[in-house]
């Protein structure tokens, strides 16, 4: 018996034609172009990526400090730098935002047979900052999709805002250390210490280092590396102004109107 390969082109292209026509979102992808396995999530993933622009960050988390992480790629115009940027919440289906730890990568890690040691990974990172993740999908219903139709849609990205932080990086614990997230002057979620089901976050930069990132070129100078929701995600309306805070290491803040 013989089986079709995986049409991961033809999901990309249903993903790619939701963004740019949000009246078009279909609920899922259709069930003959699900992804069965990571490996396809991640083919589409790419797929998209690759038609969107310029890879510029990385999203990287797990469900636990034991479970493999799962990554997307995001792209140029997604990824904004500053301790305050205001989006256009015309340009967001749901508006999820999480508090996160990301990483400046300022040295190139291409793919290679040897894995990278911590060090050596830690060797290409030059700061910390605080960021905020806005997630969004480009499926009509928020969390209707199977897991890995929800990976192959960049992982519910929506935009990753880079705020102030610390180039002592390694000076920062991430698992003793204080977050809040706040949304119009009211505190949503604070946690006195950690708060990232994935555990410590150098773990996670080395296994996209090696494994993750690999299919894309590796990480390169330049790009950043968020960690993961230290505050799991609140759904919050037009006119929201969000204040992520790490005390001791940095703030980043948006208004979406």
Known sequence: ????????????????????????????LPEFLRPSDEAQAYAVQDIVVQSRGVVAGWKVGAASPEAEPARSALTADS??????????????????VEAELAYEIVADLPPREQPYSEA???????????????????????GQQDA???????ANHGALIIGSGRQDFRQVAPLEQPVSISVN??????????GNS?????????????????????LKAGQWVTTGSC??????????????????????EISVS
Request: proline share 5%.
């Open 1 to 28: 018996m013989s089986f079709s390969p995986y049409d991961a082109e033809s999901a990309a292209a249903v993903l790619t034609s939701a963004r740019l026509a949000p009246a078009q979102r279909p609920l899922d």
């Open 79 to 96: 990824v904004h730098v500053g301790e305050f940027v205001a989006l256009n919440a015309a340009a967001f289906h749901v508006i999820g």
């Open 120 to 142: 050596e990974v830690l060797d290409a990172v030059g700061s910390v900052r605080v960021a905020i993740e806005v997630c969004d999908t480009r499926y009509a219903q928020w």
């Open 148 to 154: 890995l139709s929800r990976l192959a849609d960049q």
């Open 185 to 194: 002057g009211r505190v949503a979620v604070a946690h006195e210490a950690g």
């Open 198 to 218: 994935a555990g410590h976050p150098f773990r996670l930069l080395v296994w996209l280092a090696n494994v993750g990132a690999r299919s894309l070129g590796g």
């Open 231 to 252: 505050t799991g995600s609140e759904f919050v309306q037009p006119g929201a102004r969000v204040v992520a805070d790490f005390p001791g290491v940095g703030r980043a």
